[in-house]
């Protein structure tokens, strides 16, 4: 689908829009889960056999876990050289959204134990019945990246806030490619963002524009009066009809 909508002709059309960035807008727009999966390789063993993962290529997270389903049925696509597969039956495969590191179902901070399903209730603003002595700050991304990568701070998704503390535990988010109340945790060790969550910045999507700025043709706000005349012999001057107050505006005054 992105591939067609990217190759069909227009007058202008920006190039430097990826099929992330189409992929996003789709998803915020239609609230349709679409998932892209790729496999990569990793280095062969010592016994000459690859070793294959599943990587999210593409997700949308908050599409997943805090929008209601509609009509649209989700939608599952693995990439593998340059290929697009449907699966027949729906997957069961768990996707790295963090490269190099596997999600957890829980890990542990100060000796505390912090859970994925708690994690998910952050997300999703069910606060009340959890208790932490620190503040846990919950990011995602939209496909595969490095944990050491500054994205991350850019996706923060959910926040717990721990009263009479300034210590903060950044935790990843890794939803499942089908189930939406399901999802697993890292803990980020480089992440120093400690801004206050924002819950309104969720669902903001930038638009797409076809084309570059330059391309296009603007016309001006206003238009001016012909300036090779006097404003007095211009057509909607003459037209004007003068106040009582105002008697000589619009009216050409001949001197002697």
Known sequence: MVEKLQITARETRNKKIDTVQVLKYITWTLNINITLVKITARPPRKTGHKLFCFCYSFQNTLVKILKAPNRFKPIHVITYKKKYYILNE??????????????????????ISVRADQILDIVQGKTEHLSFPYTINVYTAYSSIEKTSRE???NMIGQFLAENTAEIIHVFLTPDIENSNIIRINALETVKHSVKFNKHN???????????????????????????????????????????????????????
């Open 202 to 256: 969720l669902f903001v999507n930038t638009h797409i524009t076809e084309g570059d700025k330059k391309d296009f043709c603007r016309t001006p706000k206003e238009v001016l009066l012909n300036q090779k005349s006097c404003i007095c012999d211009h057509e909607e001057t003459q037209q004007y009809s003068p106040s009582q107050r105002d008697r000589n505006l619009g009216i050409t005054i001949h001197s002697l």
């Open 152 to 154: 991350i701070e850019n």
């Open 90 to 111: 729906p997957p069961t495969i768990f996707p790295l959204l963090l490269k190099r590191v596997n999600p957890e179902v829980q890990i542990t901070y100060k000796n």
